[in-house]
């Protein structure tokens, strides 16, 4: 269920013709990894960012290059802080059959009661360490924290591992907790 992205190859990689490859809403981009030599490409930046966007940053994308497919990840890219556009992307092959570490964003579904009496929201872990399979990475990983009170807390030993992947992260990890709120001092007035 990958989605595809097509790319073209680029064999003049002066910086004249890189600047040209991005003026024509293009991004030049590198492939790399499992049984494949690097292939220097380029792709739409407006489809990578959509693609990425729609299906997540773990999201397998077959990659089209000249004929030849390619089931990739977005591994790394960079952004001019300036003009907030995409520069540069890194793609790397996966072997489909073999397990790869990747953080998972964690979301948090539905109000808290302790947070209806008063109690403050705390999530100091935003994404989690998995270990999966390609095919098998979850776009997300949704906590429930209806049922929390005041003091409550979820940590990693209480999620339950999905069917297809392992949590990495340290089971006393603290992914959510209701605080006690602090006392606000009175002030008297005469």
Known sequence: MA???QANKREDLT??????????????????????????????????????????KNAIISLKVDGETFQVMLHEYQIDPLKDELVHADFYVVNMSE????????????????VKEGGVLQQPLYELGVRAKPNDIPEQITVDISE???????LVSDLKDGKNYEILEDEATTIVTILVPDKEPVEETE
């Open 3 to 5: 989605v595809v992205l």
């Open 15 to 56: 910086k004249s013709k890189t600047k040209e490859v991005r003026l024509a809403g293009g991004v030049p981009a590198v492939i790399y990894g499992y049984n494949v030599q690097p292939k220097t490409v380029a792709v739409d930046s407006i489809e990578l960012l959509k693609t990425v966007r729609d299906e997540g």
């Open 99 to 114: 397990e790869m570490d990747v953080e998972v964003p964690l979301v948090l579904e539905g109000e808290a009661r302790g």
């Open 148 to 154: 929390l009170e005041v003091g409550d807390s979820i």
